[in-house]
């Protein structure tokens, strides 16, 4: 799947704003994102990356600019809304806001029921989510997704966007709230969208899991991309990442203190995580 975005321009309708005066979230954005990526997006607080990840699955329509999914100009309603937000799964920053049933097992089950598949089916789709989320205790199951820690309820958001096998996978923040067993959790999801060849793409301040899953970094800086290209040369590019507020990853920050130190001499490099 091919998802296109040609000089996009978004802007909140702000409360009390100067008539004419709009402030945009996003200016000029344009990308393309197809099959078989892992991206991340990532730059300071308000810069724009969760209005860009809402823009490519449809959830905001653009004020200015061309969306388009596999060359054709996107729809925001009917049929073709419907299954753009089928074929591109996105789970939000906060995870309650798309809460709504009473137990975590009707919670995940709730989109699969709403496109009348049958209850047999649902059960072992339901189980086999659970399970790869590493939250197979079916006590669990039958709980509100209210009551749950922080972890476990964006596992639970994850699993009901997961249940829909999204061709795109989109997540807002991901290792917010997490201890170090749910990060590994979610870098799991992750690389299985990757050997599945299919395309994820995560809006993320965490650098640590950013360095270790992504192949391209988009880097917005005051709703503008400053960066589009391949992980390894990003991190390379201290002005940039001085630009956008972002810390280096601790992997690199130690190969960099072993390097002025002269330790480094023995090892050739520090393995990249994805090698
Ligand atoms: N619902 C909203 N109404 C009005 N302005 C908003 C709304 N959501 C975001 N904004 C503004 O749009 C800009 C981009 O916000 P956005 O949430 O996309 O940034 P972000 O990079 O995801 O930030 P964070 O890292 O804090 O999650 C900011 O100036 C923000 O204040
Ligand atoms: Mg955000």
Redesign the pocket.
């Known amino acids: 799947m091919i998802i296109e975005l040609k000089d996009i321009h978004f802007s909140y309708p702000t409360l009390g704003a100067e008539s004419g005066d709009s402030h945009y979230a996003l200016a000029g954005v344009s990308l393309r994102i197809s099959g078989n990526e892992t991206v991340a997006i990532v730059g300071a ?1 308000g810069s724009g ?3 860009l990840i809402q823009l490519l699955n449809g959830l905001l329509e653009p004020t200015r600019g061309q969306v388009s999914l596999d060359g054709e100009t996107a729809s925001y309603r009917g049929d073709f809304a419907l299954s753009w937000r089928r074929r591109v799964g996105l789970v939000f ?1 906060f995870p309650e806001i798309q809460f709504f049933e009473n137990s975590v097992f009707d919670e995940i089950a709730f989109a699969l029921r709403n496109i009348g598949v049958d209850e047999v089916e649902i059960q072992k789709l339901v189980t086999n989510v659970l399970k790869e989320l590493e939250m197979d205790d079916m006590r669990l199951a039958q709980q509100s997704p209210f009551r749950l820690s922080e972890g476990q309820k964006r596992r639970i958001a994850i699993a009901s966007v997961l249940i829909m096998d999204p061709e795109v996978f989109i997540l ?2 991901p290792t917010t709230a997490l201890d170090y067993n749910g990060v590994q959790v979610m870098r799991s999801i992750v690389k299985r969208f990757q050997a599945d060849k299919r395309t994820a793409v995560i ?1 993320s301040h965490d650098m640590d899991f950013v360095h270790s899953v992504a192949q391209r970094i988009i880097c917005l800086a005051d709703g503008k991309i400053i960066y589009d290209g391949p992980q390894r040369q990003f991190f390379e590019l201290k002005d940039l990442l001085t630009q956008a507020h972002l810390d280096l990853p601790r992997v690199l920050k130690i190969e960099r203190v072993l390097k002025e130190r002269g330790q480094l001499k023995a090892m050739t490099k520090i393995p990249h995580p994805m090698d």
């Open positions: 607080s990356k969760t209005t920053q807002d923040e809006a």
